[in-house]
Structures are given as structure tokens and as C-alpha cells.
């Protein structure tokens, strides 16, 4: 199956109080306590709200399956959502396509993936010594309704000021010229350009203890995994408020 372009999303927020979480990977515990500061943020605030995830919601962590789910289900009343393509996700389907092999996948922490589906991957290669055997029965486990709003993850949600990806973008390039692969994997020559970016870029992807505020991009990826704390940007009339779990 060839990998076919992910949608791009364009929207003004300019009247629309919108929140961003970094990389949740796994930790459904801090995806709910994290929208629950949301919602008592939001109470503030007028008219509907908008959360935008910024990927990398499977893998590491011990809840990837419950995190997905969760996603699927309708947002928090008085709120849309919108949930943007990761690597990891972009790598999932890979395996699950055939581009990847089962090795690689787990150098991606899957095995816990594959755990939160009931799957023991430490087992697995006993009972399916047949490499062909133990992806085919890995495809076939896996909820198609999952794989299916995986497959259908835009990858940017451009808005007038501000723009949402994953990993970054390529500075060399305009925004109509970037491909999938930089959106979701690129790391040093979006972190390292000194090109002036278009717009404020805001993206997870490369963890950090903090979130790495710069005047041109926010990087809200704060290892929730590991450290528990999963990083939240606001951002309304012009203003950025940051809090985390």
C-alpha cells in the first residue's frame, strides 16, 4: 500500500481560545488530567474552544490503546478537537503497511503498545517464530477502527499567526512546499536554522524538561511519559498561557 499525503488543515483562531498538548505517548492518566485543567481554564473564556493534540499519542507509555480511544471520542462539550499525525503514529502504520519491519517498530517503544492491546510481545515471537506469522497476526489484532483515525490524522493546522505540527517544519521551504516526512520527523534543521520562520511554529517531537519557548516557535513536548508532566499551551488574543500536569 502506497502512503498516501495526509490532509492539511487551515483555520483562523483568532476568536477561538485554542489549546495545545505536546506529546502524550502513551499516558492516558495525564491526557485526562490535562484536559481537565483545560476545562476549568476554558470556563473563562467565551464561545466554543478548539484543543489541537500535536501527536505522538501511541508507544512508551503504558495506555497507548486507551489513548487512542479516548481521541476518537467526541471532545469535551463546548469544545471541538483536532489531533495531528506523530512519527510514531506515521511509524505504526508503517508496520502495519509493510515499510517497517517488526524489529524497527519496537526500537519505537512499542512493545508497550502492544501491551495496552492485550498483547504480550515478549511471547509473540515464541508462538509465531515465523516472521510473516507474527506481523500477520500483530496486523489483524490491532482495532481497525484505530488504524483507520490513525490513517486519517491531518498533519498541520495552519491558522493566520500561529501553525501546528508535529516535529517542525523545513525553513528553506514555503508552508505550500513542506512533505509529511519533515512535518512529523524533522528535528536538526528546523531546531538549528537561523532562517526566519513564517509564523510562530508550534510542535512537540523533541523532548525537553521544560517547554523551549523561542520567539518563533514553541516545542511543547516535555517527555509525559517519563517526567508526568504533559505540557498545555493556550493561546488567545495574542497571548500564550503555559501549564502542565
Known amino acids: 500500500m502506497a502512503r498516501q499525503p495526509r490532509p492539511r488543515l487551515t483555520l483562523d483562531i483568532a476568536e477561538t481560545p485554542t489549546y495545545a498538548i505536546g506529546d502524550i505517548h502513551g499516558r492516558y492518566d495525564l491526557l485526562v488530567k490535562a484536559e481537565e485543567a483545560i476545562l476549568r481554564d ?3 473564556l467565551p464561545g ?3 484543543i489541537v493534540t500535536l501527536g505522538d499519542y501511541v508507544d512508551r507509555g503504558p495506555e497507548s490503546a486507551q489513548v487512542i480511544s479516548h481521541l476518537m471520542e467526541p471532545p469535551p462539550e463546548g469544545f471541538d478537537r483536532i489531533c495531528l499525525a506523530g512519527n510514531h503514529e506515521n511509524t505504526m502504520l508503517d508496520y502495519i503497511d509493510g515499510w517497517v519491519s517488526y524489529d524497527d517498530w519496537m526500537r519505537m517503544g512499542s512493545a508497550e503498545l502492544l501491551k495496552s492491546y492485550g498483547l504480550d510481545p515478549e511471547h509473540l515471537p515464541l508462538v509465531f517464530p515465523s516472521g510473516a506469522q507474527l506481523d500477520s497476526f500483530i ?3 490491532l ?6 483515525f490513525m490513517r486519517a490524522m491531518p498533519v498541520m493546522l495552519d491558522t493566520p499567526h500561529v501553525l501546528f505540527v508535529h516535529a517542525g517544519i523545513d ?9 509529511d516526512e519533515d512535518l512529523v ?7 538549528e536554522s537561523r532562517v526566519p520562520l513564517p509564523k510562530l511554529v508550534v510542535h512537540g517531537h523533541t523532548p525537553n524538561d521544560e517547554p523551549d519557548i523561542r520567539s518563533r516557535r514553541l516545542n511543547l513536548d516535555t517527555r509525559a511519559f517519563r517526567s508526568g508532566k ?4 493556550r493561546f488567545w488574543q495574542g ?4 501549564f502542565s500536569t
Not at 143 to 148: C, L
Not at 171 to 179: D, E, F, G, M, V
Not at 239 to 242: E, T
Open 230 to 233: 504533559l505540557t498545555v499551551a
Open 42 to 44: 476554558g470556563a473563562q
Open 239 to 242: 497571548r500564550v498561557h503555559l
Open 171 to 179: 525553513p528553506a521551504q514555503p508552508l505550500a512546499a513542506q512533505t
Open 143 to 148: 482495532p481497525r477502527t484505530h488504524i483507520d
Open 185 to 191: 520527523f524533522i528535528r536538526h534543521r528546523f531546531l
Open 139 to 141: 496486523r489483524h489484532s
Open 48 to 50: 466554543r474552544k478548539l
